[in-house]
């Protein structure tokens, strides 16, 4: 990654400073995200399938600190409700901010005789210098105890979802910890410039099958461009293969990625985005030590080209999001994404394995029946078999175990709704979601594992959905919560989760109640 800076300190000089948009509103897609009702407008033509958001940029169209806000006569009451633990402001020049980063929940499975818990403690740390700098940093550690369905996916995917590694606590717990932090610049109101670890999301849905949230942060470099109706996003970030053992040091291989996003909004009701993205090892018994590759750290080049001029093996995928508001606030998105495919044998419908790609498809509003924080999403996605996977296994469309795109991987059929209420700080949510998915064995490659090779797949003709070994989960859940402090989603909760997952060989019913108090500023997936 530090190949890269030098060609990215060019560009940091090549106009004036002038206004900044320097911090990043990190809550995308939790429970409280408060303003997506405002930025989906279509008068407003916001890119909202960039995440996370720039704050200046959210503030332009709604205030956030003031959507909460309780009017408090002491500085201590002000704090607790409204404000950072921490909020020193020398002037308009400086601002430095503290935040106590917790989880703490106790949970109950019908199906366990012991008591899930989480106990999460950490610090997040913010900084602007001159309206053009902004520094965050954050850590936490944390024991965990999941005595429920949870502890099945961990034990699959050998990591905690969506947090990296972990080593074992006690009989049956988990102890790991994991730290975020970014450095972003904004020489002017066209360029803003993001250098470290965290997280990115493409798309308008709850699940992204191009890039989502859902995989352990990693190291990236980003750049983002506004120019007109225009967001030109290029990225470029370092992720880990556990699986494979880098031969040159005692880590976990490396491999690279680099993205292309382009959000066009084109009219007040419809936004065109391209996506393209490509990924390569550090390290491969083929070609040998690679490090980063820069033919791809041209910021407009199509990556297909040059990954098929090269002569190299790499992984290149291609997608597109859509996004149709009608009615300021009614809102349809699409999203498609194509690893690999002929057409001739789509059109033949041949069940040809190589066929890859997914597709997303949904719905969502605000203010439903014109009754106010009254909103509703529903959606579906659908991932053809070995799609996101590749020949070579260091190729493939993961990071730390887990897929960039949607948790199932691949092979799967899946929708989701939410039904979601508020009034003031009291929030009420709704979900559901159904998905078959077909799962592989140890001997066999139905393409549902994106880590396989796909050169052991099982058959080439005849690959549907759900082949092999069909599993079905269904996952209803309810949560009541209170918004103690919206500075960083501080709120207390109860919810209950009932899930049920079957296939031929076995059935798993299970209630889960939970419990707790907690600062809500990230997404970690466990509803697959």
């Known amino acids: 990654m530090i190949k890269i800076v030098p060609f990215c300190l060019a560009l940091l000089f090549i106009t004036n400073l002038t206004k900044a948009q320097v911090s990043i509103y990190r809550h995308t897609n939790t429970q409280f995200n408060h303003v997506d009702r ?52 020398k002037s308009k020049n400086f601002t430095f901010t503290i935040d106590p980063l917790f989880d703490f929940q106790i949970g109950k499975s019908r199906e366990f005789a012991n008591k899930s818990s989480i106990n999460m403690r950490g610090l ?140 066009w909004t084109v009219t007040k009701w419809f936004t065109f985005s391209f996506f393209e993205a490509v990924i390569w090892p550090s390290n491969d018994t083929t070609v040998g030590y690679r490090g980063f590759d820069f033919y791809y750290a041209n910021p407009v080049v199509f990556y297909r080209p040059v990954e098929f001029n090269r002569g190299s093996p790499d992984n290149s995928l291609m997608g597109l999001n859509l996004k149709f508001t009608f009615f300021k606030n009614y809102v349809f998105y699409a999203q498609f994404m194509f690893d690999e495919f002929k057409l001739n044998e789509i059109l033949n419908r041949t069940g040809w394995w190589a066929n890859k790609y997914a597709i997303q498809g949904g719905f969502k509003t605000f203010d439903l029946l014109k ?68 799962s592989d064995t140890a001997n066999s490659n139905f393409g549902n594992d994106i880590y396989k090779t796909y050169a052991t797949r099982t058959k080439d003709y005849g690959n549907t959905i759900g082949q092999h070994n069909k599993i079905k989960v269904a996952l209803g859940s309810i949560m009541l919560s209170y918004l103690v402090n919206p500075a960083t989603n501080m709120n207390v909760f109860f919810q209950y989760v009932i899930r049920k997952e079957n296939s031929a060989l076995y059935t798993k019913n299970e209630g889960l109640f939970m419990l707790g108090f907690r600062t809500a500023l990230n997404n970690f997936y466990y509803d697959f």
């Not at 930025?39 to 890119?47: A, D």
């Not at 199932?408 to 003031?424: D, H, P, Q, R, T």
Request: charged fraction near 20%; aromatic fraction near 20%; hydrophobic fraction near 35%.
């Open 124 to 263: 997040l740390a913010t900084a602007t210098i001159n309206k053009k700098f902004s520094i965050t940093t954050s850590f936490c550690e944390n024991q965990v105890f999941f005595n429920d369905y949870r502890d099945s996916l961990v034990q699959t995917l050998r990591t905690i979802p969506g947090q990296g590694r972990f080593k074992k606590f006690k009989e049956t717990g988990y102890d790991y910890g994991f730290a975020e932090g970014y450095l972003s610049y904004n020489p002017n109101n066209v360029f803003n410039i993001q250098f470290g670890t965290g997280k990115h999301f493409f798309g308008d849905g709850y699940r992204s099958l191009i890039l989502s949230d859902n995989s352990f942060s990693y190291p990236f470099l980003k750049i983002t461009t506004d120019i007109w109706k225009i967001k030109y996003v290029n990225l470029w970030a370092q992720f880990q293969d556990s699986n494979v053992a880098d031969p040159n040091s005692t880590g976990y291989n490396k491999k690279w990625g680099a993205f292309h996003y382009l959000d």
């Open 38 to 89: 405002y930025l989906y407008r279509s008068e407003n033509r916001y890119h909202t399938s960039v995440k996370p958001y720039i704050y200046q940029q959210v503030d332009t169209i709604i205030n956030i600190d003031s959507l909460y806000a309780f009017q408090f006569d002491k500085p201590i009451w002000k704090h607790l409700f409204n404000t950072s633990l921490i909020d020193f402001r």
């Open 371 to 438: 009754i106010k924080h009254l909103d509703i999403q529903t959606e579906v996605n659908f991932v053809r078999p070995f799609t996101y996977s590749h020949k070579n296994g260091l190729y493939n469309y993961g990071n730390l175990n887990q897929p960039l795109a949607h948790p199932l991987g691949a092979n799967f059929i899946e929708s989701i709704s939410f039904l979601k209420y508020s009034y003031k700080r009291f929030f009420v949510e709704a979900r559901f979601s159904y998905a078959i998915h077909g």
